[in-house]
């Protein structure tokens, strides 16, 4: 099959494009997915840099990718509730690096797929799964939850980001008042998505706690190198997490994860379905220009999400 593969870590120049690669065997409690979008993450070039080597054990050659939306060619022992022509969705995310989802097919566990909903494109399911499940996942695990956030207040950390953005419509939905740091031409879109925006730079602090003097009930970082701010604005009591930086554990935080999760993912799609979330795509690739969109997703100005096709 035609897949984007590297076979030692390095920048993209270590990707190859082939159409060899071996088809992906099914087994047990997996569904061959034939994909048809699957949307490039920061962590994907970072995983192809090296940087998690101390968590996966690899078989190179790696084809990379954890995003995927497509429809299920096949499915392994054991498996029911899905079957061969669902259109789905996933998080793909494997124990180990080898077969990823910039390929034509990708093996993945079934209790990660999700279905797609018919009014979502295929870009926007394939968009939707990491980010959205980091930023769903981080903000249950800080508090914030669709019981109601009665008009406490969040401060989300790069609220323009791919996460930021999920992360900023969901507090909004589930009632918090929502401050969200944004470069100032970012500004207009973080305003969309329900957040008093914030400028990025010096007097970040004091710039919050203009807007909620009392401080805030929850920080969210998504961008590291935030704390001493996060630790100026946060109320006694608060709780504060980020996905970028381990130190916040040391100060009473969290530092954020996320895992695949079907039942995550349709809660999800079923926001999206409904209009309460939008999935902001910035452009869409075809699978052999996969360099070209990691350099852009490294370069952090998109606007959205970046996708893939093959």
């Known amino acids: 099959m035609k897949a984007q593969q590297y076979s030692t870590y390095g920048d993209t120049s270590v990707l190859e494009f082939v159409d060899d690669h071996p088809m992906p065997k099914v087994g047990p409690g997996r569904a061959l997915v034939r994909v048809k979008a699957a ?26 990718g954890w995003d995927v939306a497509g429809v299920v060619e096949a499915v392994g022992a054991g498996v029911s509730g899905f079957a061969a022509g669902d259109e789905v969705m ?66 989300i950390h790069n609220a323009n980001g791919g996460v930021g953005a999920f992360a900023t419509q969901l ?19 973080i305003h969309q998505f329900g957040a008093i925006p914030v400028a990025y730079g010096d007097g970040l602090a004091e710039r919050i706690l203009a807007i ?19 630790l100026k604005v946060l109320k006694a009591g608060g709780s504060h997490g980020s996905i970028a930086d381990s130190t916040p554990a040391q100060h009473g935080g969290k530092y954020l994860w996320v895992s695949p999760s079907g039942e995550d993912l349709t809660y999800l799609a079923g926001l999206a379905e409904h209009s309460i979330i939008q999935v902001p795509i910035a452009e869409v690739f075809p699978l052999n220009r996969l360099p070209e969109a990691f350099e852009l997703s490294a370069s952090h100005h998109a606007q959205g999400k970046i996708v893939v096709v093959p």
């Open 39 to 64: 949307a490039v993450n920061p962590v994907d070039w970072k995983v192809m840099a090296g940087g998690l080597d101390p968590f996966f054990d690899t078989i190179f050659p790696i084809v990379p």
């Open 212 to 230: 909620a003097p009392a401080g805030v009930d929850v920080v969210l970082d998504l961008v590291g190198g935030v704390l001493e701010t996060t």
């Open 90 to 155: 996933a998080y793909a995310r494997d124990t180990y690096l080898h077969n990823g989802t910039f390929a034509e097919f990708v093996p993945v566990s079934v209790p990660a797929l999700a279905r797609k909903p018919g009014s979502l494109s295929w870009e926007e399911a394939g968009a939707m799964p990491l980010a959205g499940l980091m930023a769903y996942q981080s903000l249950r695990s800080l508090g914030v939850t669709d019981r109601g956030g009665n008009g406490k207040k969040i401060l």
């Open 171 to 189: 507090a909004h939905h589930f009632g918090w008042s929502v401050i969200g740091t944004a470069s100032p031409q970012n500004h207009d879109r």
